[in-house]
């Protein structure tokens, strides 16, 4: 029997190679069943499992199928774990023969019958599966022998008879697996006992009538790993029928540890299997990713904390408050219409504010992005909670100015009109901030900046007055004029950074729930909750998770951990600006249950619809998978550029088999180039990121197209430069792919946990880079892969990015540049720090030609 | 403010003159009452109750205590408390639109409940020991948590605080000021109802019986204060002085609302005040113009009930209802109330019968003097106006910035600034810093001086008391960072993770003529408390790690290091033991047996019985 202690790779192989053949037959039995099992047509664990109640004449085959059919791989794995030690004794004790009498006849019959009965007596009627009755025989046997032996254990004085301990593994079982059959194995060791009396001579078929069976058939001779019954003639193991096996075996038993690993890195399979790994990495992680949608891999969304009972209080904000919102309505609209500027906004607006009662504050702030200065003055008013102690605060966002450059001409009255109904409430256990921006990004950034001091003092002012701490934001995004139909929660924060999912949840419940209205997510106007829409839905999100921009006032919260999401209604119905305000209303007395800050539920989640999500644990497998294959592949060519680079098979061959003593000469490595390569690659990324983050506007497609032409060209010079002064060998240009590739899975498997969307982005895009090759030979193959590669440079899928959502370059990239100065996304980094550099490096391999020169110095050196 | 108050001293001084000072200490003036209505802006109402009694110092100690509370006189006689201050508030002081605070903010404590005393004690330790009797003694009083006033949450002020009475037997080296602060507690109706039963009328009669848990912890702000000391006149013989206060701001709008339909539903859109002079104004469009017009009530409104006569202990030379309006503004009066007008022209007081049930309406006034000066007494701008918060984010490190402004153009305010802080803030003194705004780096004249002494772990709250001075018309950054440390999974608090409450900090502003009016403090005031949270483990999960972990050791490990540390012998090595001993004996014994009564037994049976015998010691 094997011991953990003595456990080596090789031992282990020559156990697995000399099991006999019946404990052989019944592994692949119980691995035969378990593969059936697999399918969904025939229920073999129906047809098969010894339940009482459907024991009949035609149904006696269950007292034989019983033992090879598992539930699940699980009780397979742990169950063959348990037989095949003990049968294999049992075998090379008795023989086959008996084995195979034994074990079709009256070691299973007797238990099962033995269960049965007992069941049955019981009016109960528990399907038992599995090979642990056996188990227990076999145990119950060993047991009795090592009684024998060994009648007493001594611990601590008292003597315990050694037949017990099967009882004892019997409990604990029983305890501890669920759903282990605590009479089926008490039956099993019960015959066990039994048959380890003595009585096992009276069970198993006559010894002479085996003997003749086995000389008559010559099994001895025909079959491989039969053990004979008559042991005495033939010796244990008959006449050693695998020997040829057990020789090799033993050798490699016998070697010293870890003989197997450096065999095994002496494989030849192991410069073959690599690239096929990373591949199938690629495309599991890929299809992974589409597998998500469906029900099996996705949940159900749930609140998780309790306190915040969404929905659950009625909400009175209507009635003589819509004549209140008109009048704030043709303030704002005259505000608008007259092109006021952001100080007379905020000067009418503040006039309004300090009618109500709240105090107000103004801060002024300015950022510089992209050749432009980006200034205003957010206006907020602090209404105090009546009875509250300033220690914690909710904010209501109202941006002058939507992302999209629209004025806000339901929004801001409607906060307006929601402040002064907030004001007659006396149940705020939180003051209640409301925050007028100019715009939708740089204002609410300012503001939490300074609101947290974390603002650079130079640019935005600090806040003169304050609240307590920051509990959860909501923004109203309310342009359209018309009655809306459903709410679009957004819900994107900077970096991809996301609300905690209860919020969301909130928003959804009260609003879809309560108020009857539709949500929506990520800009899916229908969404009939099948499988392509989720799809879209869940790629858009990863999309704008991807980008990392913010993508509306509460984006510049989230990075602060203070969960919020903005509010933006749409489509034509009939709902009205109040059913509007109830939603927020709404939000607002869930926010104000809250005792602690959110944090029950998930921050890192995809949402596909708006009440299913999948979590990280689901997802993050996917673009791990993919960050892994640039890994493997990095390790792979490492391993490669030790090879000496002979190029037949056949050499490899006699080199690993005559050599197995004597490890191969592994090949100095050249390592300056290659890591100079790769520097000079990341270190030459900085001047695009620096550039497209510092020229003003107007200049930016000029810049863009500049660089493009030098994306197409650099790549070819700097080949050329290298073959004419260096002239690298094919090791070098694998040890280029492989430093640039490890850095790449390095980066990509960090980003991963912290912005999925954009590791999965930069991976998939990036996957081909592990494939490409230099084509020593072939000038047009060179060619074809270089245009390819240029086909998904990260310049080409800008301008691809660009053509399909019909934007123009400028727009993106002073979007970029803005994000970059404002938000601080570092989207732009990855881009041109990851990506970019792992795509030069890309391409230099691919256009390199290894010199003829330094190999035939290698083969002249090997003769 | 400063009218009221010197109204309020000359009242109190001719009171003085009038009871203590002229009549016999036993008389029925040692108890009086008064409350004080005073309107403020944005439609709140300040109500000050007080209620005031003495005992001279011999009968209190023949324990002859009359109107002093008797539960509060047996706890002060145990724990040697000679003068104690004890405060529940809750809510803030909004002084930018209410102004000055009452009675210069010498009767109200930061959020939660705020406990100082001045114990008789010859050592620290002795002292420390008399605190834990006092919190633990107010607490049961008071069903206040006054009980979690611990090591942790006690200081020593040095500066801040001076004591009210005067003690003439103390000196410095036995009196010792001790002062705790729970700024989580929430004060509600349970600590109201005790702090009534002190009252000579127990909340039946007088100005007492418009006290109601759901007004009072419905206001903007209250204060709920107790203060004992001694005073000695002069010639005369010393008085133990009791002061209750309650002090609370009420919004009218939400306090008129009727009690059984507190919510506040839109009203029909026709009641609703609009401005009219809007061009765009009609039927069903309204620009509000409320809030500065809601100054009309009637006291049953406002406290959901009517006053039920006066207390009869009372001194009825002092008048029970105050009123501070402008005296051309009409108030009326349920009969049997006399109206008294102030020379001041701003208040007005009211003498009840002691059976006539008090109401008093102001009515809204009427369109021609609507001007908001009219309506109201302007507030009077307090002396100094501090807000606290915290600065930064994450939850390694935080600051805290207090901007404290001197609203005043040609005085400076020197006052001291105190902090008492948990454990877990520890903070780098070396980074404090006082700016003015408008200057850049440190003004080295704002901090006068420091007193600082830093917490230790789990035992102590770290102090820090600072002297500092504000030029006129100026603002002062106070600015400090801090540390917060990592707190053992225990010491968390076994409710919701809210964050855990800094105290307030205590602001007293220097009587620059102490040594004439005898006060110490100008003004006091207190910023609000903060809200520090501190990294929070996910509760679940350790409990889920620690049954896991049990399990595998108990299972894998267990065994495993039982075989390791066990040292293995053959059995008949080993002495015997246990049951096997007692086994072996009673076979011993038996056999003993078998030979006195079985001699005659034939020799086979001994041989067989003999058998077993290597098999059981081997």
Known sequence: ?863 | MRQFLSFFLVSLISFCTLSTCAESPTSSADYHEQLVLRPLPLSALLASFNFRSNITVSEFEAHNFRLFPRSLAQILQHAGTRELHLRFSSGRWDSESWGARPWDGAREGGTGVELWAWLEAETDDEADHKWLTLTNALSGLFCASLNFIDGTRTTRPVMSFQPEGDHPSLTEANTHLLFGVLPHEVVCTENLTPFLKLLPCKGKAGIASLLDGHKLFDSSWQSMAVDVRPICPAGGECVLQIELTIDMVLDIDRSKRPRDNPIPRPPPGHELPCNTSKPYHSHDTCFPADHEASQDWTLSQIFGKHMKGTCPLTDPAVPPVCLQVPNSRSVYVSDGVLEKKNLDRVSRCFEIRPDANFEMVLPSPSKDDQQATSLIVKPEAPLLYAERSFTGHGQERGGVQTILRNPSSDTEVEFIYMESLPWFMRIYLHTMSARIQGTKGDDNSVIQEVYYRPGVDRARGSQLEVRMRIPPASTVFLTYDFEKSILRYTEYPPDANRGFDVAAAVITILNKDEPKTGRFAAYNLRTTSLLCSLPTPDFSMPYNVIIFTSTAIALAFGGMFNIMVRRFVAADEGPELGLKLLKTKLKSRFAALFKKFGVGKAKGDQTKEAEPQPAVTE
């Not at chain 1, 790549?715 to 073959?723: A, D, E, V």
């Open chain 1, 1 to 863: 029997m094997p011991s953990i202690t003595t456990f080596n790779t090789s031992r282990a192989r020559s156990y697995m190679v000399r099991l006999p053949l019946f404990t052989r037959l019944v592994l692949l039995a119980i691995l035969g069943f378990w593969l059936v099992g697999l399918q969904s047509v025939w229920d073999v664990r129906q047809w098969g499992a010894l339940i009482p109640k459907e024991m009949g004449l035609a149904t006696l085959y269950r007292m034989n199928t019983f033992p090879f059919i598992h539930l699940n791989v699980f009780h397979a794995v742990m169950n063959l774990l348990a037989i095949v030690p003990l049968l294999e004794r049992f075998e090379a004790e008795y023989g086959t023969l008996t084995c195979l009498g034994l074990f079709f006849g009256p070691l299973t019959t007797i238990p099962s019958i033995l269960y049965v009965l007992v069941e049955k007596g019981l009016g109960a009627n528990t399907a038992v599966m599995g090979a642990s009755m056996w188990v227990f025989t076999l145990l119950g046997l060993e047991a009795m022998r090592t009684y024998k032996l060994n009648p007493n254990l001594v611990i601590l004085g008292y003597s315990i008879p050694t037949w017990t301990t099967p009882i004892g593994i019997l409990f604990v079982i029983a305890v501890l697996v669920p759903n282990s059959s605590f009479l089926g194995h008490a039956a099993g060791l019960g015959v066990g006992y039994v048959a380890g009396f003595g009585l096992l001579k009276y069970l198993a078929p006559p010894e002479w009538a085996l003997r003749w069976i086995e000389g008559k058939l010559n099994l001895l001779g025909r079959l491989p790993h039969y053990v004979s019954v008559d042991q005495k003639t033939y010796g244990r193991f008959g006449v050693l029928p695998s020997s040829n096996s057990s020789t090799g075996g033993s050798g490699v038993g016998l070697g010293l540890v870890g003989t197997s690993a450096l065999a095994l890195r002496r494989d030849p399979r192991m410069l073959k299997v690599p690239p096929y790994i990373s591949l199938l990495c690629i495309l599991v992680g890929a299809v992974w990713l589409f597998l998500l949608p469906l029900n099996e891999y996705s949940r159900r969304t749930y609140i998780s904390e309790n306190a915040l009972l969404p929905g659950q209080v009625h909400t009175y904000f209507g009635g003589s408050d819509q004549n209140v919102f008109r009048a704030y309505k043709q303030e704002v609209n005259a505000l608008a219409e007259q092109g006021k500027s952001n100080t007379e906004i905020n000067g009418k607006l503040e006039e309004i504010v300090r009618g109500l009662g709240l105090k107000t504050a103004r801060q002024n702030f300015t950022y510089a992005a992209a050749g432009r200065t980006y200034q205003g003055e957010n206006l907020y008013a602090i209404l105090q909670a009546p009875r509250g102690d300033a220690t914690e605060a909710i904010v209501l966002v109202a941006a002058w100015e939507n992302v999209k450059k629209e004025v806000n001409r339901q929004g801001v009255p409607l906060t307006l009109t929601l402040a002064r109904y907030f004001k007659r409430w006396s149940l705020w256990s939180k003051d209640i901030i409301i925050l007028f921006s100019p715009d939708s990004i740089a204002g609410p950034q300012a503001w939490v900046d300074a609101y947290h001091d974390a603002h650079d003092t130079s640019r935005v002012a600090s806040l003169p007055i304050k609240s307590g701490a920051l509990q959860g934001a909501i923004a109203i995004d309310y342009a359209q004029e018309h009655r809306f139909q459903s709410i679009h929660v957004v819900y994107d924060g900077v970096n991809g950074q996301l609300p905690n999912l209860d919020l969301i949840n909130s928003v959804v419940n009260i609003a879809g729930g309560q108020m009857g209205m539709g949500v929506a997510l990520q800009e899916m106007w229908q969404h009939n909750d099948q499988y392509p829409d989720r799809l879209r839905t869940m790629l858009r999100g990863m999309l704008k998770q991807g980008l990392g921009l913010a993508s509306g006032p509460h984006s510049s919260f989230i990075p602060y951990h203070v969960d919020a999401v903005t509010l933006q209604p749409f489509g034509e119905g009939w709902q009205d600006e109040m059913a509007m305000g109830r939603v927020v209303e709404g939000t607002f007395r869930s926010l104000n249950n809250l005792l602690e800050h959110l944090h029950q539920s998930f921050f890192f989640y995809l949402l596909m619809q708006r009440e299913r999500f999948v979590s990280i644990g689901t997802y993050l497998p996917s673009a791990m998978l993919v960050a892994a294959n640039f890994t493997i592949m990095a390790i792979f060519l490492w391993m490669k550029s030790g090879q000496p680079a002979e190029t037949s098979t056949a050499d490899i061959k006699s080199g690993s088999e005559s050599d197995k003593s004597t490890p191969p000469p592994t090949v100095e490595r050249e390592l300056f180039l290659p890591i100079g390569v790769v520097i000079l690659c990341q270190t030459v990324s900085v001047i695009p990121l620096y550039l497209f983050n510092h020229v003003p506007e107007n200049t930016l497609t000029p810049l863009f197209g500049l660089f493009f032409l030098i994306n197409t060209i650099l790549p070819p010079i700097l080949s050329n430069l290298l073959t004419t002064f260096h002239r690298p060998t094919l090791q070098q240009y694998n040890l280029i792919k492989s430093f640039s590739l490890l850095l790449l899975g390095m980066f990509l498997s960090s980003l991963a946990t912290l912005n999925f969307s954009l590791a999965m982005i930069i991976g998939l895009l990036s996957a081909p880079l592990s494939f490409v090759k230099p084509f020593p030979n072939s000038a047009a193959a060179r060619a074809v892969c270089f245009a390819l590669l240029n086909a998904i440079s990260p310049a080409a899928v800008l301008l691809a990015g660009a053509a399909y959502w019909k934007l123009s370059v400028t727009t993106i990239l002073t979007e970029a540049a803005v994000a970059w100065h404002v938000s601080g996304t570092y989207s732009s980094v990855l881009v041109w720090c990851v990506w970019w550099p792992a795509w030069l490096a890309g391409c230099v391999t691919v256009l390199g030609r290894p010199g003829d020169k330094e190999e035939e110095k290698n083969k002249t050196k090997k003769a």
